[in-house]
C-alpha cells in the first residue's frame, strides 16, 4: 500500500474546498483499489490541515516525513507549493534513500515549472499560463467584448492571473480594454457589493476573476444581488458552494475554464455522477485521478515505488485520461493537456447529465487542444 499525504486546508474560510478535494483524493485511490489487479500497487490517501498557512504546511511536512510518507499532494495555495518545493529539495538531497515526491493538483503559479523547477515536482493539472491562454484565445472570436474588469485575490495566484491574462490579451485581442483591475485580500471580504458596485460603473461588458472558494461564491451572490448580469469569466467555479449560488441565479452567465466540463459522457460522465451519489457534492477529481494512475503507471512500469525510480518514468509519461490524452512534459514536469470552455446553464432532463440534481451544469462552448496551449519553459532541471 502507498500512502499519500494530502495538505491543504481541512479547517477556516477554505476548509470545504479542502474536504471537498481530499474526499475526491480518496474516492478515486478507493476507485483504483477496487478494480487494481492481484499484485498491483494500492494507495491510501490521508489528509493532514494545514489551516490555509504556509508555515502550518512546513510543520505538516516535516511530520509526513518522519512518519514515512513518500509522496505528498496540494494543490490550495502557490505560495505554499513554493515552500513543499523548497523543504522537500533539502530533504532529498540529504535522504538519499528516502526521498519523497510531490504532486501539484492545483497550485498554478508558472514559476514552479519555469525557474524553480523542481526533479521532485510534478503538476497535473494545466498551469495559470495555460488557462489565461485558452481564455484569450476564445474571446479573440467574441468580438463584442471589449471591456473587461479584472478581480482577483491578492496573493500569487490573483496576481498572475490578471499579468498573464494582460499578456495573453495583448497577443491575442489588443483592442479590448481593462477597465479595472483590482486585487483584494485572500478568504476574508465580508462582501463584494462595493467591488460590484465599481464594475457596473467602469461599463465593463465581462468580468475575469481568478477567485476560487469563498471569494468566488461572494462575488457571484453580490452580482446576483445587483442584477449585474455581465459575463463572469472564471477557473473554479464547480467547487465548493459555488455552485449552490449559481443554481439560485438563473440568469447567470457564468463560465469555467477547466479540463473537463460537467457534461462530459463515458467514465468521467459515470464517476461525477457516482461521486455526487455517494458525497452529496461535486466531484473535484479529474486532476486527482490523473495524478493517480500516471503515478499508478509509473509504479508498474517501473516495478518500484520508491519516488527516486517513479519519478524518472512519470517524466515524460503520456496517459488516457479521462477528459483525454495528457503527457508530462519532461523537460519542466508540466503536464500537457487540452482545456474545455463551458457555461453555467439549464440542463434537458432527457438527454444531458444533471450531475448535482439541481437542473444547472456547466456544458461546453470550445475546447482548445495541449498543442495550442503549451508554454515556453525556462527550466533548467537539475538531473542525476
Not at 494500492?42 to 493532514?48: A, D, H, S
Not at 505560495?79 to 497550485?107: D, F, K
Not at 461588458?205 to 446576483?224: H, K, S, Y
Not at 468521467?268 to 493517480?292: I, K, Q, S, Y
Amino acid at each position: 500500500m502507498v500512502k499519500i499525504a494530502f495538505v491543504d486546508p481541512l479547517t477556516g474560510p477554505f476548509g470545504e474546498v479542502g474536504r471537498n478535494q481530499l474526499r475526491s483524493w480518496q474516492w478515486v485511490a478507493e476507485q483504483h483499489n477496487a478494480q487494481a489487479k492481484s499484485g498491483a500497487v494500492r494507495f491510501e490517501v490521508v489528509g493532514f490541515d494545514n489551516r490555509g498557512s504556509p508555515q502550518e504546511s512546513v510543520n505538516a511536512i516535516k511530520v509526513i516525513i518522519d512518519q514515512g510518507f513518500r509522496y505528498v499532494v496540494q494543490g490550495n495555495s502557490s505560495g505554499v507549493a513554493h515552500l513543499i518545493v523548497e523543504t522537500l529539495n533539502r530533504h532529498n538531497g540529504r535522504s538519499l534513500g528516502r526521498e519523497v515526491l510531490y504532486l501539484n493538483y492545483a497550485a498554478m503559479d508558472p514559476a514552479l515549472t519555469n525557474e524553480q523547477c523542481s526533479l521532485w515536482h510534478f503538476r497535473v493539472d494545466a498551469d495559470t499560463s495555460m488557462k489565461v491562454e485558452a481564455l484569450a484565445l476564445y474571446l479573440r472570436d467574441q468580438p463584442q467584448i471589449k471591456k473587461i474588469f479584472l478581480l482577483n485575490q491578492n496573493y500569487a495566484h490573483g496576481q498572475q492571473v490578471a499579468a498573464f491574462f494582460k499578456a495573453a490579451l495583448a497577443r491575442h485581442r489588443p483592442d479590448v480594454n481593462i477597465v479595472g483591475d483590482e486585487l483584494h485580500p485572500l478568504g476574508s471580504v465580508q462582501s463584494f457589493d462595493a467591488h460590484v458596485g465599481r464594475i457596473r460603473n467602469s461599463g465593463a461588458q465581462a468580468v475575469v476573476t481568478g477567485n476560487w472558494g469563498p471569494d468566488l461564491t461572494g462575488l457571484v451572490r453580490a452580482m446576483g444581488a445587483a442584477d449585474l448580469n455581465l459575463p463572469l469569466f472564471t477557473y473554479y467555479a464547480a467547487l465548493s458552494d459555488t455552485p449552490q449560488a449559481l443554481a439560485q441565479l438563473p440568469q447567470a452567465e457564468v463560465y469555467m475554464v477547466a479540463t473537463h466540463h460537467q457534461q462530459h459522457g463515458g467514465d468521467l460522465g459515470r464517476l461525477m455522477r457516482e461521486f455526487h451519489d455517494a458525497h452529496g457534492e461535486n466531484w473535484a477529481g479529474v486532476a486527482p485521478h490523473t495524478g493517480l494512475h500516471l503515478l499508478a503507471k509509473a509504479m508498474q512500469s517501473t516495478g518500484s515505488t520508491e519516488p527516486s525510480r517513479v519519478g524518472p518514468v512519470l517524466a515524460g509519461l503520456g496517459l488516457a485520461a479521462l477528459h483525454g490524452p495528457v503527457q508530462m512534459r519532461r523537460d519542466d514536469h508540466q503536464l500537457q493537456t487540452g482545456l474545455w470552455l463551458s457555461r453555467w446553464q439549464a440542463v434537458k432532463p432527457a438527454t444531458d447529465v444533471n450531475p448535482d440534481n439541481r437542473g444547472f451544469a456547466f456544458a461546453p462552448v470550445a475546447f482548445v487542444p495541449a498543442e495550442r496551449l503549451a508554454q515556453p519553459s525556462t527550466c533548467s532541471m537539475q538531473r542525476p
